[in-house]
């Protein structure tokens, strides 16, 4: 399926952010190659929307975000003149609560969301870097929050991700100076899980995907869970914590198929699968 504006006779090709679910992966495509895939306000919104669809579509067990083109994933906001119509103050005010891209501080999105990142990871596109889970990038990919210098914040989670994923003086070192980093030092500090040349950036993302889609459906759908709805309490705390992808894995029959494939020394074939 596609979620995406479409060409009309007469026109010009509308900007696109599209969505495609195939073998239980979903991905997102955000097409603004104009802009360097800088995302606008009906741009965030179809995110959100996509984002949304996602999360009630329990046959999606990988999500694959990444931008169109070679030369950008995501450099931000649009900034063009056009799409600038808010001082600092009212973009902090109207802030969308899951973050930029829909994605920076969204937590009720119990699938792994894998970040291909193939070029230019700046402002609010390195804050959906930071929403990921897990993130390859060509080691032509350059990330960094630039919005200092332009005389703006990353407001979207930016700023507190980073200092939380990071070492602190790396991360300050980023934030001060709003200068942009390599994919070779940002796996260096750990943000990145792995870092490939370009022409090998589709085949690296399908080994995470294939490994993801290895595990019980229900224990990837429970581990994302207690991430990223525990991150405020103590281990002992979190341990304890009911969450409702947790009940389930533990009464299902992904469960149960996992012990029985091993001890029949085969792999196993998950339920409703």
Same mark, same amino acid.
């Given at each position: ?6 060409? /009309? ?23 603004r190659?104009?802009?360097? %895939? +800088? ?8 995110? %959100?929307?996509?984002? %949304? ?20 994933? $995501? ?13 600092? &103050? ?11 891209? *829909?994605?920076? &501080? @969204? ?7 894998? +970040?291909?990142?193939? *070029? ?12 990921a889970?897990?993130?390859?990038? +060509?080691?032509?990919? @350059?990330? *960094? &929050? ?15 991700q980073?200092?939380? /994923? ?9 934030l001060?100076?709003?200068?942009? +980093?390599?994919? !070779? ?7 990145? %899980?792995?870092?490939?040349? !370009? #022409? ?6 399908? /080994? ?6 290895? $595990? ?5 759908? !429970? ?19 009911? &969450? ?9 029959? #992904? ?8 001890q ?8 409703? @699968?």
């Amino acid at each position: 399926m596609t979620v995406s504006t479409k060409e /009309r006779p007469g026109q010009e090709l509308v900007d696109e952010v599209t969505l495609t679910i195939e073998n239980h992966v979903a991905t997102v495509v955000i097409d603004r190659q104009h802009v360097l %895939n +800088a995302v606008d306000g009906s741009a965030q919104a179809r995110l %959100n929307g996509i984002w %949304n669809q996602i999360e009630a579509d329990p046959d999606v067990r990988a999500v694959v975000i990444t931008g169109a083109g070679t030369r950008a994933f $995501c450099v931000g906001a649009d900034m063009s003149a056009s799409a600038v119509d808010k001082t600092g &103050l009212q973009y902090w005010a109207e802030l969308d609560p899951h973050g930029f891209g *829909g994605l920076s &501080l @969204r937590t009720s999105l119990d699938v792994p969301v894998i +970040a291909r990142v193939n *070029g230019y990871a700046l402002g609010g596109g390195m804050e959906i870097v930071l929403g990921a889970d897990i993130v390859v990038a +060509a080691d032509t990919a @350059r990330f *960094g &929050l630039t919005e200092p210098r332009v005389g703006r914040l990353a407001l979207d989670g930016g700023i507190h991700q980073l200092v939380r /994923r990071v070492p602190y003086t790396q991360a300050m070192g980023m934030l001060l100076t709003g200068r942009k +980093a390599d994919a !070779a030092e940002m796996q260096a500090m750990g943000l990145v %899980n792995e870092v490939v040349p !370009a #022409d090998e950036l589709d085949a690296a993302v399908q /080994r995470w995907v294939d490994q993801i889609l290895a $595990c019980a459906p229900s224990s990837v759908r !429970a581990v994302k869970q207690m991430v990223s709805r525990t991150s405020h309490l103590t281990a002992a705390e979190a341990r304890g914590l009911r &969450l409702p992808a947790l009940m389930a894995a533990l009464d299902s029959e #992904d469960s149960a198929e996992g012990v029985r494939a091993f001890q029949e020394k085969r792999p196993p074939v998950w339920p409703g @699968r």
